[in-house]
């Protein structure tokens, strides 16, 4: 029989996951892929254990060495503090290694390429942000990309009808 903490463990890491921003993955081709802590305010992790999160307009931006997520929509919760001022869609600070922001830095200046937020999620009980260095994807490209979702589908779908 399992003990209450690896119970308690397996849970956790089952609702890991905060949010997706599945956009990111269909108008963007993922180069390399990074874990960049946030800095958050009290209200917002209490937010982020609720679920009330919304990732799909975020995106990242470079200013003076750091980087930031902008439009990441963090809803206070009803309950939230009365001394604080919670501001949905305030800029978040990203914590990266200095040879990691420089490496992004130096990417993002070559033409094409974005810093883009790919999910948020729990790690050791901190609030980890992935986030991708992207090139934007032509329209063929995007084209292409729901042909083949919908094969993949088309193909579950038959063998599905042929186990029955």
């Known amino acids: 029989m399992a003990s209450p903490s690896t119970k308690k463990a397996s ?11 599945k956009k990111a993955l269909f108008n963007y081709a993922i180069e390399e892929r990074f874990e960049a802590g946030m800095v958050l305010q009290g209200w917002e992790v209490k937010a982020l254990r609720e679920g009330k999160v919304q990732l799909t307009d975020g995106y990242v931006v470079v200013r003076d060495g ?14 939230a503090s009365t001394h604080v001022t919670a501001e949905a869609t305030r800029t978040r600070k990203l914590l990266l290694h200095k040879d990691q922001i420089r490496r992004l830095i130096g990417k993002t200046e070559q033409k094409g390429f974005t810093i883009v937020p790919l999910n948020l999620h729990w790690k050791n009980g901190k609030v980890k942000c992935e986030i991708a260095l992207a ?19 088309e193909v579950e779908r038959a063998m599905k009808q042929r186990q029955r």
């Open 11 to 21: 849970a956790k890491s089952a609702d890991a996951r905060l949010a997706d921003n």
């Open 66 to 79: 750091e980087l930031f997520l902008i439009g990441c929509q963090i809803n206070p919760l009803r309950t």
């Open 135 to 153: 090139k934007g994807k032509a329209e063929h490209d995007k084209r292409d990309t729901i042909k083949e979702r919908e094969g993949r589908r």
